[in-house]
């Protein structure tokens, strides 16, 4: 393909600008271009002006196609069996390009890897940028579109990738066909910031329209296509739109207002000067001619009226077509259209105070919160609903305790007794034990049922629903679900109940949990829903003597996890029961923010008659800033407020206080993994394999990525290992906070990339231009960075060690080790794998040959040994290109795809020597011998270069063959020549690894130094 950029442009009734389109790539600096145009069925004079410009095209191909209009998405689509350029780059007719443009597109794709190649976007008739771009991250790009259709793309990494006929004639057509080679393609973009489109802002362009519910609408339908393959991404895309959406129908709204208030001020004129007219006419009848003045002046007022009432009218329309989109269901309903339309018109300024139920409505993936069936069977509930006993219902109360001290808590008594007091029926279950003591008090208000304590709060609840019955249950008006984690009342406890009767709902709990994705990875919608929280649901007779409620809890099995209880049941059961028509709602008219958590106080003084236990333990701002929150306790105001407003018991407080603040927790090990598996041979070695070597000598690990990071995970731990993480601010503020309380924070590094002094001998920098060096260097920078606010290094080599001590005192050699699994894996290999003894097979384990100064450091031996000995076999392993100067000996050389490490032992024991070389730098002499320890656990012998860690583990002709520059051909010749050399070094270095380099109970510096910490 030569690098042939194949250039599509397509036109529909552009007559104005197409001739300044098609000299604009007649005239780029870059030549070797393929052109073609397609006129997708224009009507003007676009035909006429193609046909004499395209005579004039300087390329060898051109071509020119007239067609019926078909749309975009069709019409590009066409393209695709037309190019037979390396790379493709589409046109619109109404855009043109700067003579480099395409030059520094290509530039910049023979710099990078890049399949997609994307700048700016200038507008020519307001002479300013109509939009700037940025470096591609994805959930950026999940947020709104930043990449135009006219970028370069390479070929190759298109596949199968096509335009959606689904949006043929929509909007974001060219979004859709960038994230479809990004996500399923794995398009790799790269932004060319020097590089800008010329681009016209038509009023007739599809993209300038302003219907926001059809832009949802496709945005939305676009998301659908990649929630399950990333979840969590388009949860924060999705959301972050729906935010935006509401933004516009706020302006909406006040521009409504506004509008309204306008009318009604002209009617209020109308109505002024009709009056006036009346007493005029009644007493000046003879002023014929200002009667006619005045009546004219009012039927214009009435035009006036007329148009404005339109225009209210159509805004209206619009404002319907927005809450009635399908992107707004999917959006979650901002507004609930039935409920509130009148009112919105009559008073469009009460919008405001729906706006915040609406965020949390929104938040939502793409999941509709309640189904149109669910909207259908409300009107059937709505007759059972008025069966329901509002005023003096007969309640059933299911009391769930687990008591973790000696004996029980006296706040869980006292909320049982104010519980069983409005209760005709209490059954208590116990999860786990009770002593006998605290049994029989328990007696006092109910029955009591002792179960294992399995399966959390939730399974707790499903026995004792079980255990009344359906039968005795529908007697019931009320079934109370409450567990012992509320402390209370701090208030009228009956009030609370009277007040959520005149609701008249289906059932109803105390807070709302917020929608966010699915942490449970159990949840059958795949997010949370807004859901009401379990420690305290009221079920009412409507629900009660429904079969589906039975069916539900019959079915919910296993709920023996904190996460399986949370995304089985608690952010399940509310929205299974409204999908399924049945209402409900919160005590608490303030769920945001987590508040029963965070703004006990708040809720207390907003008529919640109790406190979460857990509430009290956020006792100061700190609490907080380990959940990654900056906020401000109310602990101790809500101390002196229940002291001097209420009656509860105060010693109670106190005693809660002193729990929560002693209370004792075990201690974890917890390591941030800054690569997240991008590199896996990175993870594996310095992430997995030590958290495994730890929990063999006997430490609670705990191994989260970088991107999943939450401060919460480091509250409780002795030790903090940050591997491979750039500086940010949360990890600055985990140092700070670590340091405050006493626990060490370690920056495990493993390559010299924390300072530009070592990156700057990479012949990789040196080939990057300023811009591209600039960015890498700012990497480089925060990896030193955030070392430098850590207490402490861990290190994979003694080069690195010594190194790193110029920047820290401590610093600890933790070497990477062979895990079990790997070991497993390796010795079924040898198991199953036996080498051919008529061949001498060498491998080459390694990325990319081209430019690879390694492999040419060896490369002069391997021709000699090739010519020497016709039985020699190269093998290289990956996506390699094969050198010139070795196309003589393909028939010795056999080529291998990259493979995955679990499959890699296999591959490794199908050659009898393996190569290791290096050249000699500070940066190689920092490299691990992994390719050693990888190769000796299959018993092949590893030759590796004299420097480094090979050096420092390798015991030359042992477990080994440690080389020089110039000794290479020789080494390899030893063991060409001698097959019990290579077996006597292959089972050395198998003893060693096993023996001295695998995680099990492996003792290093890293492992003494906790245990000395510890101590």
């Known amino acids: 393909m030569d690098n042939k950029v194949s250039v599509v442009v397509t036109c529909f009734n552009h007559e104005k600008y197409i001739e300044q389109c098609l000299d604009s790539i007649y005239n780029q600096t870059y030549k070797n271009i393929e052109l073609l145009v397609i006129n997708d069925g224009s009507t003007d004079e676009s035909h006429n002006i193609i046909r004499k410009v395209i005579a004039k095209s300087p390329f060898a191909r051109t071509e020119y196609r007239s067609q019926i209009n078909s749309g975009i998405c069709v019409t590009r689509n066409s393209a695709f069996n037309w190019i037979e350029g390396s790379f493709l780059l589409f046109v619109d007719s109404d855009n043109y390009l700067e003579s480099t443009y395409i030059d520094k597109l290509m530039q910049a794709a023979f710099q990078t890897n890049a399949d997609i190649l994307y700048g700016n976007l200038f507008d020519p008739d307001s002479k300013r940028m109509f939009m700037e771009s940025k470096p591609f991250v994805l959930d950026d790009y999940l947020v709104g579109n930043y990449i135009d259709n006219c970028s370069l793309l390479r070929v190759a990494g298109i596949g199968k990738a096509r335009y959606d006929l689904e949006l043929n004639r929509k909007k974001l057509v060219d979004y859709d066909f960038m994230l479809n080679l990004i996500v399923n393609e794995s398009a790799n973009p790269y932004y060319v910031s020097e590089a800008n489109v010329n681009y016209r802002v038509l009023e007739s362009s599809i993209s300038n329209r302003r219907d926001e519910h059809f832009y949802f609408e496709v945005y939305f339908y676009i998301m659908k296509k990649y929630l399950k393959l990333m979840p969590e991404n388009v949860y924060r895309g999705a959301q972050a739109n729906v935010f935006l959406l509401e933004g516009r129908l706020s302006e909406l709204l006040e521009h409504l207002s506004k509008v309204t208030d306008y009318v009604h001020d002209l009617e209020s004129v109308r109505l002024d000067l009709t009056e006036k007219l009346k007493q005029e006419t009644a007493q000046i009848s003879s002023l014929t001619q200002e009667k006619q003045l005045l009546e004219a002046e009012i039927g214009e007022l009435s035009k006036h009226n007329i148009e404005i009432q339109q225009k209210n009218q159509f805004l209206q329309q619009e404002n319907q077509l927005i809450l009635a989109s399908k992107s707004y269901q999917i959006g979650n309903a901002i507004i609930r259209p039935l409920k ?245 709602g919160s005590l608490a008219s303030t769920n945001e923010d987590s508040a029963m958590y965070i703004h006990p106080l708040t809720m207390v003084k907003d008529g919640v008659p109790l406190v979460k236990y857990t509430a009290f333990a956020n006792y100061d701002n700190d609490k907080f800033a380990w959940q990654g929150l900056l906020r401000e306790t109310e602990v101790p105001a809500l101390l002196t407020y229940l002291e001097n407003e209420t009656s509860y018991p105060m010693q109670v407080i106190y005693d809660i206080m002193d729990e929560v603040k002693n209370k004792k927790v075990k201690e974890h090990i917890l390591i941030i993994d800054g690569v997240e598996n991008a590199i896996p041979q990175c993870t594996r070695y310095r992430v997995l394999n030590k958290a495994e070597q730890l929990r063999s000598l006997g430490h609670e690990v705990w191994v989260v990525n970088r991107s999943g990071f939450q401060m919460g995970y480091a509250e409780h731990a002795s030790h903090i290992i940050i591997y491979r993480c750039a500086y940010s601010n949360e990890l600055s503020e985990l140092c700070r906070l670590a340091k405050k309380y006493n626990k060490t924070v370690l920056f495990d590094i493993d390559d010299l990339v924390i300072d530009t002094k070592y990156t700057n001998q990479l012949s990789y920098t040196q080939s990057l231009s300023r811009d591209e060096k600039l960015k890498y260097d700012a990497g480089v920078n925060s990896y030193g960075q955030m070392m430098c606010l850590c207490d402490g290094i861990i290190t994979s080599t003694g080069t690195m060690q010594k190194e790193l001590k110029n920047y820290k005192d401590l610093v600890l050699l933790n070497r990477n080790l062979a895990s079990a699994e790997l070991i497993a894996a390796s010795d079924k290999a040898i198991e199953e794998i036996k080498q051919d003894s008529a061949l001498v097979k060498i491998g080459y384990f390694s990325g990319s040959i081209t430019h690879n100064e390694n492999f040419e450091l060896i490369k002069p031996a391997l021709i000699k040994l090739l010519k020497a000995y016709p039985n020699v076999e190269l093998h290289l392993v990956g996506y390699l290109d094969l050198p010139d100067e070795l196309s003589l000996f393909k028939a010795q050389i056999k080529q291998h795809d990259y493979v995955e490490w679990h499959e890699l032992p296999r591959l490794i024991r199908q050659v009898d020597i393996n190569l290791a070389p290096l050249v000699n730098s500070i940066f190689n002499q920092a490299k691990s011998e992994i390719k050693w320890i990888e190769a000796a656990l299959v018993k092949v012998p590893t030759i590796a270069s004299n420097i480094g860690s090979f050096n420092e583990t390798i015991i030359n002709d042992v477990n080994g063959i440690l080389a020089t520059d110039d000794s290479w051909f020789e080494a390899l010749e030893s063991l060409i020549l001698s097959s019990e050399k290579r077996i006597s070094i292959a089972n050395n270095a198998y003893s060693a690894v096993v023996n001295q380099h695998s995680t099990y109970k492996h003792i290093d510096q890293f492992s003494t130094f906790l245990e000395n910490k510890e101590d």
Do not use: C
């Open 340 to 584: 509130f339309v009148g009112q919105i018109v009559k008073h469009p300024r009460l919008i405001r105070t729906y706006l915040g139920k609406a965020k949390r409505k929104v938040q939502g993936t793409l999941s509709v919160s309640t189904s149109l069936k669910g909207r259908v069977l409300r009107l059937a509930r709505s007759v059972q609903r008025k069966k329901n006993n509002y005023q003096d219902p007969k309640r059933v109360l299911v009391y769930v305790i687990y008591e973790g001290q000696a004996h029980l808590q006296e706040y869980k008594i006292i909320f049982l007794k104010a519980l069983a007091e409005l209760s005709d029926k209490v059954l208590i279950v116990v999860n786990g034990s009770l002593p006998e003591e605290d049994i029989k008090t328990l007696k006092n208000y109910g029955e009591v049922q002792l179960r294992d304590n399995s399966g959390y709060d939730t399974a707790a609840f499903r026995y004792g629903i079980q255990y009344l019955g359906e039968e005795q249950l529908r007697k019931f008006d009320e079934l109370l679900l409450v567990n012992d984690t509320n402390v209370g009342p701090v208030s009228d406890l009956k009030a609370a109940f009277d007040k959520m009767a005149t609701r008249k709902l289906d059932f109803w709990g105390i807070s709302y949990g917020d929608p966010q994705p699915d942490f449970t990875q159990y949840n059958p919608y795949h997010y949370i829903p807004e859901h009401l929280q379990s420690y305290f649901l009221v079920i009412e007779r409507s629900l009660l003597q429904n079969n589906s409620f039975y069916d539900y809890w019959a079915k919910l099995e296993d709920t023996d996890s904190r996460n399986k209880a949370i995304g089985k049941h608690e952010t399940v059961f509310t929205k299974y029961f409204a999908d399924k028509g049945f209402i409900h």
